[in-house]
């Protein structure tokens, strides 16, 4: 049996696929442009940020809506947070179906209006897909369908807010074997989010490795990607995005990736997020 590669200082550490300098970049544009979010969808580009393209005052009327909602729930499990929508991570299939259904009026609520930028995303990508003999939309089993967008805003304190994860494991879950989201593992998990509100810090940090088996195993998170201690990633390249608000940004969340916290008392990093993948050629599929 192999060894498990060990750091330097004969620590272990997080092995699997690194990409090159083409790949392994975000890029910055100041207008929307789907075919980028193409482009990271067929793993040609790491990630892609947009740069102040929701206004400021629909950033906060959202947020207004989001803080304002008495259907706001707290999660203080795996990734502490403010959400309104619904989380498929951990659950059978059926149980985060039915709370999407049951959510859906209030995430609708916060985004009613014109300007609902989930809604403009989502039909500039598919015009483009559509171009392209692909087909957009959301994750279903059966007759229902999955939750559209979470609203969240993470509380924890700490080096990070969200703790170094990736997105590809939980969609192994054998809880959910018969949720067609399980197909997308064979290709690659896009994370999008759309920032309504964001104070000093608050970084997507973002590392240029998806994990193997061999370290989710023995690590014990291959249906979860949560957590992967910060020490085993020493050595790995990483990148600091910085977030503000309006952006919306795109990437590969099959790489191991984590969220500083602001950095300020009472500064609030709340956005509009979802998952985007490939279940076959022609589909791509929206979930929560």
């Given at each position: 049996m192999a060894k498990t590669p060990r750091a330097r200082d004969g620590r272990l550490r997080v092995t699997g696929w690194s990409g090159d300098t083409r790949y392994f970049r975000f890029a910055e544009r100041d207008e929307f442009d789907p075919?980028?979010?193409?482009?990271?969808?067929?793993?040609?580009?790491?990630?892609?940020?947009?740069?102040?393209?929701?206004?400021?005052?629909?950033?906060?009327?959202?947020?207004?809506?989001?803080?304002?909602?008495?259907?706001?729930?707290?999660?203080?499990?795996?990734?502490?947070?403010?959400?309104?929508?619904?989380?498929?991570?951990?659950?059978?299939?059926q149980q985060y179906l039915s709370e999407a259904d049951e959510t859906a009026s209030a995430v609708d609520d916060v985004l009613a209006g014109p300007d609902d930028p989930v809604r403009h995303f989502t039909q500039a990508l598919a015009q483009v897909l559509g171009e392209q003999g692909t087909t957009l939309r959301r994750a279903r089993h059966g007759p229902q369908q999955a939750g559209r967008v979470l609203l969240r805003s993470w509380h924890a304190h700490g080096e990070y807010a969200l703790e170094p994860h990736e997105d590809l494991s939980q969609c192994t879950d054998p809880r959910q074997h018969d949720f067609e989201i399980q197909r997308v593992a064979?290709?690659?998990?896009?994370?999008?989010?759309?920032?309504?509100?964001?104070?000093?810090?608050?970084?997507?940090?973002?590392?240029?490795?998806?994990?193997?088996?061999?370290?989710?195993?023995?690590?014990?998170?291959?249906?979860?990607?949560?957590?992967?201690?910060?020490?085993?990633?020493?050595?790995?390249?990483r990148q600091w995005i910085e977030v503000g608000q309006g952006d919306l940004y795109v990437f590969n969340g099959s790489h191991i990736h984590a969220v500083e916290p602001s950095t300020e008392p009472g500064q609030r990093r709340t956005t509009a997020a979802s998952l985007l993948g490939r279940v076959d050629r022609n589909t791509v599929v929206t979930w929560t």
């Open positions: 075919q980028t979010v193409k482009d990271v969808l067929d793993g040609a580009v790491a990630g892609v940020i947009f740069r102040g393209v929701i206004a400021p005052p629909v950033c906060r009327e959202l947020a207004e809506r989001f803080w304002a909602s008495p259907r706001r729930r707290r999660r203080s499990s795996e990734a502490p947070s403010y959400y309104i929508g619904a989380y498929h991570y951990g659950k059978p299939t064979r290709h690659r998990v896009c994370a999008v989010n759309i920032c309504l509100e964001n104070g000093d810090g608050g970084r997507l940090v973002y590392w240029n490795i998806q994990p193997d088996r061999e370290t989710r195993t023995r690590l014990g998170v291959r249906h979860t990607g949560a957590p992967y201690p910060v020490d085993q990633l020493d050595g790995v390249e």
